[in-house]
């Protein structure tokens, strides 16, 4: 189940990121919106790509615990807390967007696209790694 669940958020951290930057550069809350429900996804397509993963590591690779998957299981916790940080951080200027426009400064919507850059070089690392895995 790996294979089918790792796609998603390797799509979907680069569409947030791009949703997040559309809003600054846009100031329409259209794409703080999609930023926001995209962010969600990110978060639970990312647990399922880590929970199919470890059972993965566990039966094909019988728990060995070299460089790669340590670099891999590090920087998938890492990805999975920044991202519930993201989400946290984000969840009370969404509930309160009908009360209090959005505005382009405002520190927790930084914070959030910075831990999505983050997340997409993440991403990337996973990605190459997990290549490493499949190819080597």
């Known amino acids: ?38 962010q969600i996804l990110s978060l639970i397509t990312a647990l399922l790509a880590f929970g199919t993963g470890i059972v993965s590591w566990m039966i094909n690779y019988s728990q060995s615990f070299d460089a790669c998957f340590r670099v891999k ?11 519930a940080i993201a989400v946290v951080i984000t969840v ?19 914070v959030s696209t910075g831990i999505t850059f983050i997340n997409c070089v993440l991403m990337a690392i996973l990605s190459r790694y997990g290549r490493r895995l499949t190819w080597i």
């Open 1 to 38: 189940l790996h294979p089918a669940f790792i796609h998603f958020p390797i799509a979907f951290f680069p569409l947030t990121l791009l949703s997040q930057i559309l809003f600054f550069i846009t100031g329409r809350d259209f794409f703080f919106n999609i930023a926001f429900f995209v």
């Open 73 to 83: 299981i590090s920087c998938a916790i890492l990805c999975i807390i920044l991202t």
């Open 92 to 110: 009370p200027i969404a509930a309160l967007q009908e009360l209090k426009p959005l505005t382009k400064g405002d520190v927790a919507l930084t």
